[in-house]
């Protein structure tokens, strides 16, 4: 798959998946994001790829909304702004819905949405040249859909400091808060990336998909009604069929062949 915004790469059960308007900074235009979320859904729904890696082409990861985009919405009624409101935060929205690993090879500037698209990762590898920040209300906007993504990933004290701040974080100030796993050399990056996705790519697929829906359904449950819940939803591993091949590797000492079910 090519398009004009977007350039996915299939190899190893391993989509890389590239935001291509280096000449933009790689801005969450319309086409894009319509593009973007098309790859991701697609990208999820293919057996044969274990986890996705996102990241941009040239020297910025993503610079966030357009603002000539932004400038457009003056002229436009409520609803329609609602409206179109609607399918553009379905992008924030994935994070929660793939069950495919999504991992962000953060390879430049990362500012305001594409601050949110590293937040909604399942995990974020970040270059040394990497910048990071919710930089919105110095243009007189809100973080409004990524915030909660932001939350989830620092806290709530350390999200309301980035948002009223609008500061810029270096790549190690964003690993220090959580905002990335880890920082890497810059050459290194995309290397890393991959050798972390091909790593998942490899386990059960059902395991990975049951253990991202495990996460995501307890995350707002009580506690002790969450025991309950992952109780019931571990018989569907212990009667899997990768499960008793898993064992059986381990067993007998050889690889596993997945059967993702």
């Known amino acids: 798959m090519d398009n004009k915004s977007i350039v996915v790469e299939l190899n190893d059960r391993v989509a890389i998946i590239r935001l291509n308007k280096p000449e933009m900074r790689n801005a969450l235009t319309e086409d894009l994001t319509r593009e973007l979320i098309d790859a991701i859904r697609r990208m999820d729904e293919d057996p044969d790829v274990g986890a996705m890696v996102l990241t941009g082409m040239g020297k910025a990861f993503c610079a966030g909304g357009d603002l000539n985009e932004f400038k457009k919405n003056i002229d436009k009624s409520a609803p329609q702004l609602y409206e179109e409101g609607l399918w553009s935060t379905e992008l924030f929205k994935l994070g929660a819905v793939v069950r495919t690993p999504l991992i962000a090879a953060v390879n430049g500037p990362a500012l305001g949405g594409g601050c949110g698209l590293v937040a909604m990762c ?140």
């Open 122 to 261: 399942h995990v974020a590898l970040a270059s040394d040249r990497a910048i990071l920040g919710t930089t919105e209300l110095k243009l007189g906007l809100v973080p409004y859909v990524i915030l909660p993504w932001i939350r989830r990933a620092v806290g709530h004290r350390r999200a309301m400091e980035m948002m009223l701040s609008a500061e810029v974080l270096t790549a190690e100030q964003a690993e220090r808060i959580g905002l990335v796993h880890r920082v890497v050399p810059h050459e290194q990056l995309e290397e890393e990336a991959l050798t972390l996705a091909r790593r998942i790519a490899s386990l059960s697929p059902l395991a990975v998909r049951l253990g991202l829906d495990a996460f995501y359904t307890t995350e707002q449950i009580d506690l002790l009604k969450s025991f309950d819940v992952l109780s019931t939803q571990r018989i569907v591993s212990f009667l899997s069929e990768d499960l008793r091949e898993g064992a059986t590797a381990f067993l007998e000492r050889r690889p596993p062949e997945w059967k993702g079910r």
